[in-house]
Structure formats: C-alpha cells, structure tokens
C-alpha cells in the first residue's frame, strides 16, 4: 500500500490531450535517448567536483529524475516492482558483461572507457524499464478505440493498427504476473529447480547454470507464446470496430 | 428447457482438440491448443496471419474464457463493446451492464487477470451483450461451465438478448456438459477416504491497492472455520459461488500466496504438509510445452523421479484412454494429456494434498471423471490426499468431505465441513 498520495495532476496517465501527454513522456525520456543532457550535467558537475567523478555522477541524477517522474503515475508499490525487475536485469547485463571482459579479454578488451559504458548501461537499464513501462501503459487502448469507432478516414486504419500494437505491449506487463504464480508453485525456491535429487558436491556448479539458462530461454518463449495467444481475437475485435462505421462519423480523426 | 435454449445450436465434442478446431473454422479466429507445444502454436499463428481475412460480426466466448476479453479490465471492455454498436458508453452504462449478469461495480476497475472463472464467463455474457446490436451471431463456447448452478440463468438470459433481436447462437459443449440433452453420469466406484487435518487460523490477504493504469482500492480476504477445525477426509470438495475466493484458499494452501497475518495449512498422518495445486487455467502450468517436453524439463536434476513420473503419466492416460487408441500421437499432445502431466509431475513427490482447481474443465465428463477418479485412486495409494475445487455436482457422488466457502461479510469468509 502506498505511504502517501501524491497529486493527481502529477499523474502523467490523466494529462490531456493525448499529444501533451506524449510531448511530456517524450521531454522525460529525451535523457535516455541523448547523450547532450548527461554530458552538460556532467560538464557542470565537473567544474565543482573531481574530474571523473561530475560525469559519472551524471547518469545516477538522471536515473532519480526518471523515477521522480514516473513516482507519482504509477505510486509506491508497482516502482518497487519495476525496479526490483530493473535490478535484476541491469546487475545479470552488467555482472555478465564484466564475466565475459574477464574471461575473454582478447574479445571484449577491458579499459577506462568501457568501464564507465558499464556504469551507463547498468543505470540506463535502471531508469528505461520503469520508464517503458509508465509510457506503455499511460494510454488508454479503449479510449482510443472508441475514438476511432466515431471516426472514419485515412488515419483510422493507422490508429487501429496503433491500438493493437499498443495493446499487445501492454499485455507484456499482463502476461509476467501470471507466469510468476505458476512458476512459483512449480519452484518454490524461485531460482533453483524444485526436483534436483541428482545435485550432488559440486555438481550443482555446472548443472544450476545449465538450468538457468534453460529457464531463461523457457521464460523468454512461454512470454513470447502467451502474448500472442490473445491476438487473434483483438484482431477480431479491431475488425469490429473497422466495419462498424458510422454513417454520422466526421471524415478526420 | 426454455425457449431460447430450443433456437440455440448447441454442438457437443468429444474433445478439446475438436471443440477448438470447430471454433477456429466458424470463426475465423486462431485459438492455440497450448498442450501441443510451441512449434505448433507458431505454425498455427503463421498460417493465421498468412490467411487473415474480414470474419463476420460476431460475439465470441473463446474456448478459455480469458482469451476473449483483449483489454485490462471490464470497464474498457464493456465501454469498447459498446462503442461497437454506435453507442456512446459511459461508466453508468458499463455499470448498468455488469450488474445485470451478477457482478459488483467494483469489479469494474478490476484487473481482468484477477478475475476468477466465473466472473471471466459473467463478464464475456455482459461484452457479448453489449455487442448484441452489431453482430449476427454468438459463437459461445462452454458458456456454463464455470458458473456455479444459481447462476445459469444469466446464460438463459443473454440467449434470449439475443433470441429477441433475432441474432443467431451458437453454443460449443463438451460431451456430457448440462446443455448436452443426452448427459449422462459414469458411476464410479468410491475410493477410500484418506484422513487429512485441515487447520485454518484466520489467514489473512491483502490485496494492494493499484493506481496504474486504473484505479483499483486495496482489499482483503479472510477465511475462519464456521466450526470447530478437524478431520477431514480425502478425497473432498471446495465449493461455493462465483467469486467467493475458492481458487485464492486453493493458491493460499499452496503457500503461494503470502498470507498478513493467520495461517491455514493441511497435514496427512505422515505428518506431510506439502501441497501441490493444478491451476484452474492449468494449461499455462506447461509453460507452453508439449507433455513430454515439460515432465523433461522439470525433472532434468533428477532422473529417478523422471522414471518414476514417467511411469505414472503413462497409467494415468492409460486409465483415462481404455476403450480408445492411445497409441494416437494426438492423444498425448492434447489437453487431457496436458493435465495428466502435470497431475503426474505434483503426485510423484508424494505431497500431503493436490489439489484440482477445476479438473473438468475443457474435458468431456466421461474423461474428466476417469481422471480425477484414478487420480483419486492413485494418490490415495501414495498417501497423498487430493481436493477438488469444483461447481460441478457430480463430484457430490464421488468426494468423502465437502467444505463449502460462504462469504458472510464483504472481506470474511467462512467454511463449513460435512462429512459426504
């Protein structure tokens, strides 16, 4: 439950009009997209602290605006649940990147430079995930839908298309809660297999990544799988919406 | 019979597979058939989108009444279905709806994957109904199963929205369901119970609140004996109405669901407290794997086991298939082998309680009774205990306890145990 209630009219899903809303979505994320804001922030923080530190304190400023923004759409609880999901992708890329520099360094050479693309990755994937997410879902699939039952034109076919693809995202977010319950009840453990009487010594050293890996490639297809399962009938009911034009419909959107 | 259940077209199938099958040709819209594995959903999505045409107007219950329902929660669902029609819809009008068909005005913001089987089936009744004015027909597929008995006539009525605007209605019925006329029981011999100690100290949920997208107020669920806890007797049966939160007590059994305050467990006379549970939807527990590829993967740390649950499938299909060829490769891709598996994979770890959340569900009666009887018989050999969460009362004839869920205030529920 949440601590405190911040004002409405911080909610970014309740901006109108529709273009407003996506102008200042866009204005938040400009950070995550450009290399300019990071570089002046870190070029103003240069002047006052030590020289590497202004611009790697850069990204971590950026990733609390980025936060800061989304806080009040989406309360407490749901940013908690998106950065405990952010944590654990941004620290397997990293570790994973560093793993990899280390065992292979004629591949992936290790300097200055790479290491502060590190720090990067690992605070922009910190800051894109709830950032995605808040956009994704700060729109309203049926809003638009009806919008477009009552409109005919060039941009209708354009704006369904929009709506599905729109939907099919948010659906994502639908789609991972409902994996977690079942994969909670066939692992208890979350990361280690319920049935593993064949683990003995050290053998769990090979045999958990060789799992892990199977898992994760399990995870990527059932999201894959179940995300598509509803499409054929929003499709369906997309097809609706596009035959019943309405006479009475103004001819622009 | 009434009326509007005379003019209806009502086809029974022996399966899931041929239920499916008929409703992707009279639709025109793909419906995956999970248990056959990924490589033939992605060929059945491809051939889909290659040969994508203009379907008729119509209103669709899918064969899993989630998959019809593309948008968040009900109030965007019933707004959207009504926009269809040229209506100008509003909140009142989406409450007015939901109301008819027996759901709250709370359910309205309510994230459509919290929704039980029930209140999906009641919600898909409402949508169709919106839709009623556009379309030609409605193509409904097991539209009563999950609904407990006092809630058929929400389906009558919806039949006869339709019947007065002289809309067609087609209904897709397993074998043996209640709109089949030519229904008939298997009588199945008891198994003998197997005592379970069932302890519930008001255990305690809470649901948060959600403030995005929509805005959804927390809530909370508690469950307190109606008197004095005991002994029960397996196997038993969890019921109770449309909502009432048999699938949440099922989930916090499981210990999947984390519990405020109280506590609710189940022990056998081994002094085994491990509850395993197949999901109402229990198709998404194969983790979009065939049969055989999921009992590989989730015994692939242990080999004896494999052999073991292997073994265990194989009787349990045998048992079901007797009387029919089991050696088809189809078979063991379907759902009821879907649900053999994973009533295999929960049985070889011996656990104090399975529990069946729906086992019946996208089965024919004759075959969801041979597998929750072998089951029964299976897992009492085990010692295992099994529960089964059902409105199905045929389950009356063959379950030793019955405990019925009753809401007696908006967040208390209470159970009550008879001895069958």
């Not at chain 2, 709250?104 to 459509?112: E, G, R």
């Amino acid at each position: 439950m949440n601590a405190f209630e911040l004002p409405a009219f911080l909610k970014l899903q309740h901006l109108r009009p529709w273009w407003l809303k996506i102008a200042v979505l866009m204005l938040i994320g400009y950070p995550l997209f450009s290399n300019r804001p990071a570089a002046f922030i870190g070029a103003a923080m240069g002047q006052h602290l030590p020289e590497t530190l202004g611009p790697m304190l850069a990204w971590p400023l950026i990733t609390f605006f980025v936060w800061a923004c989304c806080l009040p759409s989406l309360g407490t609880a749901k940013l908690l649940d998106y950065l405990a999901a952010a944590y654990a992708m941004a620290i397997t890329t990293v570790v994973s990147g560093a793993v990899l520099r280390l065992a292979l360094p004629a591949i992936f050479p290790a300097d200055t430079a790479d290491n502060f693309r590190l720090l990067r990755v690992y605070f922009n994937i910190l800051a894109v995930f709830p950032y995605s997410l808040t956009f994704l879902n700060s729109f309203s699939v049926s809003n638009l839908m009806n919008r477009l039952t009552r409109t005919r034109g060039r941009f209708r076919e354009a704006g369904l298309h929009l709506a599905l693809a729109l939907r099919i995202c948010q659906h994502v977010g639908e789609v991972i809660p409902k994996m977690l319950l079942v994969w909670r009840e066939e692992n208890p453990d979350l990361l280690l297999p319920r049935c593993r009487d064949d683990w003995h010594g050290i053998s769990p050293l090979v045999k958990w990544p060789m799992w892990f890996v199977r898992s994760i490639s399990q995870w990527i297809f059932a999201c894959i799988i179940l995300t598509f399962e509803p499409i054929p009938v929003m499709v369906n009911e997309i097809e609706q919406i596009d035959e019943s034009r309405d006479s009475d419909a103004p001819d622009k959107v | 019979m009434n009326s509007a259940e005379k003019k209806m077209t009502i086809s029974a199938f022996d399966t899931y597979e041929g239920l499916v099958d008929h409703f992707v040709q009279s639709t025109g819209i793909f419906f995956p058939k999970m248990a056959a594995g990924r490589g033939e959903f992605f060929r059945g999505f491809s051939q889909w989108l290659g040969g994508l045409k203009q379907s008729r107007p119509q209103a669709v219950i899918t064969p899993d009444p989630a998959q019809g329902l593309a948008l968040p929660n009900a109030m965007q669902i019933l707004t959207s279905a009504l926009s269809q029609s040229g209506r100008s819809a509003g909140e009142t009008d989406a409450a007015t709806l939901i109301e008819k068909y027996g759901l709250t005005t709370k359910m309205l913001t309510q994230p459509v994957s919290t929704l039980s089987g029930g209140e999906l089936l009641l919600l898909n009744f409402a949508k169709a109904e919106a839709q009623c004015r556009h379309v030609s027909v409605l193509t409904a597929c097991n539209p009563i199963f999950w609904l407990n008995p006092a809630r058929h006539k929400f389906w009558l009525n919806l039949c006869e929205n339709y019947e007065a605007s002289d809309k067609k209605v087609e209904a897709l019925i397993l074998r043996g369901d209640h709109l089949d006329a030519h229904s008939h029981s298997d009588k199945f011999e008891p198994v003998a119970p197997l005592p379970l100690n069932l302890q519930i100290n008001r255990p305690l949920i809470d649901f948060p609140e959600i403030q995005f997208p929509v805005f959804h107020a927390a809530s909370r669920l508690q469950y307190s004996w109606a008197s004095e806890p005991g002994e029960i007797f397996s196997p038993f049966l969890l019921t109770g109405d449309n909502g009432v939160g048999k699938s949440i007590f099922a989930r916090l059994l499981a210990g999947i669901l984390p519990v405020s305050s109280g506590r609710a467990f189940i022990v056998n006379s081994d002094g085994n407290s491990m509850v395993r549970l197949l999901f109402q939807e229990s198709i998404t527990q194969l983790f979009a794997l065939a049969p055989s590829e999921y009992l590989m993967r989730v015994f692939s740390a242990s080999k004896e086991l494999f052999e073991q649950v292997t073994r265990l499938f194989r009787e349990l299909m045998q048992s079901v298939c007797s009387g029919k060829s089991s050696d088809d490769t189809r078979v063991w891709s379907s759902l009821l082998a879907g649900k053999a598996c994973l009533i295999a994979a929960r049985l070889v770890e011996k656990p104090a309680l399975l529990l069946l959340d729906e086992p019946g569900w996208g089965l024919s009666r004759h075959d969801a009774g041979k597998l929750v009887f072998n089951t029964c018989r299976l897992a009492h050999q085990l010692g295992t205990g099994v529960g089964i969460i059902s409105h199905q009362p045929e389950w009356h004839d063959f379950t030793r306890s019955n405990l019925k869920l009753k809401q007696i205030e908006p967040e208390l529920v209470e159970i009550s145990h008879e001895r069958l």
